[in-house]
């Protein structure tokens, strides 16, 4: 550092500016105590005041009538018949990941699985959204592997499989790694609980791991500030994980919760008990005291503000009823979790903590929450925008379509995931019935029919060229996915990572991101339930790709018409849902604009540049109803939607899973090597690989027209090679082994 | 049949084994670590998951459990008992099975299907299996490199305990077959009277033609086809 702490005042230290200081002054009437300063630092922090996003989040459409619980809580919940409801969230683990990731990856699930058991849930499966630096560079080969490994050792210990996910290397993650978790249970409707303190009298009791001083400032040092050369002296702000006291933690809450012990209960994240007691006396609108000589301790020597802020994993907070607490203990000792009494719902309004009895801090709770400062930056549009718009010139295209091919297909962003799945338990539950590498997964529900599809999808890189195309991109592919599978999507939870909110750039960014996502989400009427604001994700002034990442939860009524990814039999006719992407009459140079912002742009050309397909959101409706009405109808035996790589890769991809070979003939009226070439490779929006039955397609043609959906059949399923007019012949079995093993060749 | 699964802390494999079991016609009930009885069951299942966390050697604690005592009373007296995974490593630790757990040799986790071949189709929990029959189901551990010496191997050889074997698609139980490294390819075996049985696999996740695999239902049928034949 280049001052010495004794030259910043304290306030400073801990991330408040001058004018937070002053507020602090003005609502307490005096200036703060010491607890008191590093309470407001952690509440007033954006990660937990959302300072920079509140205003924005607004716009995202929340409601619908199965929605159980919107965002606000730890968790949204919707309503999916037979009495049955599913917890649903998502949320950021980048800077502790980036400063430690096996450690960092490990306690964001912890995290976020304990936002679900919080809502009564029992976790029923994980998902992940990464991204990292080019992974050949030892560094970035050290965050990925740290990552994948921590998410697993976490999940898998814990018995919550993890069963889908998403990764994607891009330069502009190289000093600020993305790890987003995502976490899904089931509950029965009458369990749900909330984190709304209630009852004057009632006991606050944390159960749980003791409180140690690991994860001091996870939230204001750590989490709302940007990277710069000090990043390793951050490594005492990461949290370190124990999933073994976590599954004990799942248990004993689910059962204090069966015998309906809880009047409330809330999970220990980021700012530990100080943010999760006021905000559970914020929305029951009650006041608190906590006394923190009641918490047990892992050291001695503890000062009362470290113990308000300590982000010491595996800890849960609840709400009991006096005459309850014998039961709740003896319930916890079953578990081995102790359970300590560490305060009581007030009516003060206030958050009043005491050290035995002397008091050493109190704030109005509404302070501390709902009044902490709101921020609107101006947006205005960044430089960069209008430069990477503009396509450059036609590049000459390799002729042999081939060696293309082979190379995308090998290439990190394209190739296999296998290396990473292995790693996941993503069968324990026993409820997996589409594991990992479909487009979405899918789950049973033991005891109905029904089954639940999930997915998490992001594209930083459309998001970079045009903030607002992709966030909308990022929503329709993530219904893509989930209608691949046969399931109705149901509900969104958000993940937006992004730079320093404090610059217009950003705030145009986050806006245009934001007004996407609300657009999209209103046109396919998928309210957003839950989410996670991730900012400053920048190291030494430069911000990650914008990255909205969109987590979506789907159901199928009927969990055997469930449809995959992989072709099938030979004989089956493929069929493209949507249109080509070119038209005739087009120049060479609009044809080339169509690859903008593509895979084949970036790994073939080096070049990330142009506009992100368009998304025409009708279009993209009447192609989702058209296959998902097939897939409920029962006439198709695959289903995979087209994305990265484009429509080559997708058929590629069904054959690779499938084990067998695919003729196409695509009407590419003129001989234009640069039209086929883009036909191929772009990643035109609204569009599906299927598969299906020469007798079906009648009814196929049928159900087009009913909907109004565009297809056309461009081949047959069959032998073993990929043939795709005179362009692209490869056999599936050479191609096999440069895609399932390049992850394994980057980093061994 | 009554097959009683048993709850360790930090088992998590007990619900998944005995949903399979209910599905498969057995009477089933969990049977807690701090329980001093077996609640008079027929067959004793330890399930999979991290017993204690696995934070010490896996199993090392669990066979410190109350419960143990009881199932090697169990055992001894020739009750039929199954270790699955985490289970198996715990059979180990508490020496009703010989040999020893060593990490996988890619030292990573690993989840995945495998190829085993039935070496010893004479058993109560193979009886259904044919001779040399490939069974397809999931493997998923950190640490089932499983290790005997010289002198125990030859004995696990001798008197047929060796019950699977990873192998390739084509049966053969190659080096590349065994994702673990585990010693001579063993998947699972049997103790001294083959009523003891651990095996690394998970059974209980190939029930159902919806999970992809039906194979591991035929582990537990064997056990329950002997036991009535018994009775």
Redesign the interface.
């Known amino acids: 550092m280049s001052k010495t702490t004794r030259d910043v005042p304290k306030y400073q230290q801990l991330g408040l500016t001058s004018s937070e200081y002053e507020a602090i002054g003005r609502t307490l009437g005096r200036e703060p105590e010491d607890v008191e300063l590093a309470i407001y630092s952690l509440m007033w922090s954006e990660h937990c005041g959302y300072k920079h996003s509140r205003s924005t989040l607004k716009k995202l459409p929340t409601t619908k009538d199965y929605v159980l619980q919107g965002p606000g809580e730890n968790a949204g919940v919707i309503d999916i018949g037979e009495g049955k409801a599913i917890a649903i969230k998502i949320e950021s683990h980048n800077h502790p990941s980036a400063v430690e990731p096996f450690q960092g990856a490990a306690t964001g699930v912890g995290g976020i699985v304990r936002d679900i058991f919080a809502m009564g849930a029992r976790p029923l499966a994980s998902l992940n959204s990464l991204r990292f630096g080019d992974p050949t560079k030892p560094r970035q080969k050290y965050l990925f592997e740290g990552v994948v ?1 921590g998410i ?2 976490y999940g ?4 919550v499989p993890t069963v889908a996910g998403e990764v994607y290397f891009e330069d502009s993650y190289e000093g600020n790694c993305l790890v987003n978790a995502m976490t899904i249970g089931i509950l029965p409707k009458s369990r749900l609980i909330t984190a709304k303190a209630k009852g004057i009298g009632n006991l606050v009791v944390l159960m749980g791991s003791k409180t140690g001083r690991d994860g001091i400032g996870g939230a204001s040092v750590l989490a709302s500030q940007e990277f710069d050369e000090t990043l390793q002296e951050k490594r005492p702000s990461v949290q370190v994980g ?4 976590e ?2 933690l799942i248990e004993a809450c689910l059962e204090l919760l069966d015998k309906n012990l809880l009047a409330a209960l809330g999970d220990l994240g980021a700012a530990g008990i100080t943010s999760s007691a006021s905000e559970m006396a914020s929305r029951g609108g009650v006041g608190i005291d906590i006394d923190v000589s009641k918490v047990p301790l892992r050291e001695p020597g503890m000062s009362p503000s470290e113990i308000m802020i300590s982000e010491s994993q595996e800890r849960m907070l609840a709400v009991v009823e006096p005459k309850m607490v014998s039961e709740v203990e003896a319930v916890c000792n079953k ?2 979790i102790p359970a300590t009494v560490v305060g009581k719902i007030t009516e003060t309004g206030k958050m009043d903590v005491y050290d035995g009895k002397e008091k050493v801090g109190s704030m109005p709770v509404i302070s501390l929450t709902d009044e902490a400062p709101i921020y609107d930056i101006e947006p205005i549009m960044p430089e960069y925008i209008k430069e990477v718009q503009k396509m450059g010139d036609v590049p000459t295209f390799p002729e042999d379509m081939n060696a293309t091919l082979l190379k995308m297909i090998g290439s990190p962003n394209l190739c296999s995931r296998g290396w990473i ?10 409820n997996t ?1 589409v ?1 990992p590498g479909s487009d979405s997964a899918v789950l ?1 529900l ?1 005891g109905t029919k029904k089954g639940l599809a999930l997915t998490v999808d992001g594209n930083g890189r459309y998001c970079y060229l045009d903030p607002f195309m992709g966030t909308q991109i990022a929503v329709a592919e993530a219904a893509r996915n989930i209608v691949a599978t046969g399931a109705t999507p149901m509900a969104v939870t958000d993940c937006l990572n992004f730079g320093n909110p404090e610059k217009s750039g950003i705030s145009w960014q986050f806006r245009k991101a934001i007004d996407g996502m609300a657009q999209a989400c209103r046109h396919f009427d998928i309210p957003v339930v839950s989410g996670n604001v991730s900012f400053y994700n920048e190291s030494f002034g430069k911000a990650i790709y914008p990255t909205p990442t969109v987590g979506m939860i789907g159901l199928l009524d009927d ?2 018409k469930r449809t995959t990814t992989p072709f099938k039999d030979a004989g089956d006719l493929i069929l493209l849902i949507g249109q080509m992407a070119t038209v005739d009459g087009q120049s060479d140079e609009e044809i080339f604009s169509l690859l903008g912002g593509s895979e084949y742009l970036k790994t073939i050309h080096k070049r990330i540049e142009g506009l992100p397909p368009e998304l025409d959101l009708d279009l993209e409706s009447r192609s989702q109803d058209l296959c998902l009405e097939a897939i409920k109808n029962g006439i198709l035996s695959s289903a995979h939607d087209i994305s990265d790589g484009g429509l080559v890769v997708a058929l590629l991809e069904s054959c690779l899973y499938g084990d067998i070979g695919a003729k196409i003939e695509l009407a590419v009226e003129e001989e234009s090597f640069v039209k086929i070439v883009v036909e191929l490779f772009n990643e035109a929006q609204s569009r599906f690989i299927v598969s299906l039955k020469e007798k079906d397609l009648g009814e196929f043609g049928e159900i087009s027209k009913e909907v109004g959906a565009d297809f056309m059949v461009i081949g047959k399923v069959g032998g073993d090679r990929l043939i795709i007019n005179d362009k692209i012949d490869v056999s599936i079995k050479e191609m096999k082994k440069p895609w399932e093993e390049a992850i394994d060749s980057l980093v061994e | 049949m009554k097959a009683g699964v048993v709850i360790f802390p930090g088992s998590n494999c007990e619900t998944d084994t005995y949903d399979a079991l209910n599905y498969l016609g057995f009477n089933t009930e969990y049977i807690w670590h701090r329980d001093s009885s077996l609640h008079k069951v027929d067959l004793v299942i330890l399930p999979g998951g991290f017993s204690y966390g696995d934070y010490l050697r896996c199993g090392a604690v669990a066979r410190f459990s109350e419960i143990m005592e009881e199932i090697s009373r169990f055992a001894d007296s020739g009750g039929l008992v199954i270790g699955i995974c985490n289970g198996f490593q715990i059979l180990l630790e508490a020496g009703l099975l010989p040999g020893a757990m060593l990490h996988n040799k890619s030292l990573k986790f690993i989840c995945q299907t495998v190829n085993l071949r039935v070496e010893n189709n004479t058993l109560p929990f193979t009886n259904q299996c044919g001779a040399g029959e490939i069974l397809r189901i999931p493997i998923n551990h950190y640490e089932g490199n499983y290790f005997i010496d010289d002198e125990g191997l030859k004995e696990l050889e001798d008197n047929s305990q060796v019950v699977l074997r990873y192998v390739d698609e084509n049966g053969e139980a190659t080096a590349d077959a065994a994702p673990n490294g585990a010693l001579a390819n063993i998947a699972g075996l049997t103790n001294k009277s083959g009523n003891v049985f651990g095996l690394m696999p998970h059974p209980e996740r190939a029930v159902e033609e919806i999970l992809g695999s039906v194979d591991g239902a035929k582990l537990f049928l064997s056990a329950k086809i002997s036991k009535e034949a018994v009775s």
């Open positions: 490994s697993g050792s898998n210990c814990l018995g124990d999933p073994f006291t599954k004990l578990w081995g799945w292995r790693q996941y338990d993503h069968q324990v539950q026993t019935v594991l049973r033991k969990v055997e």
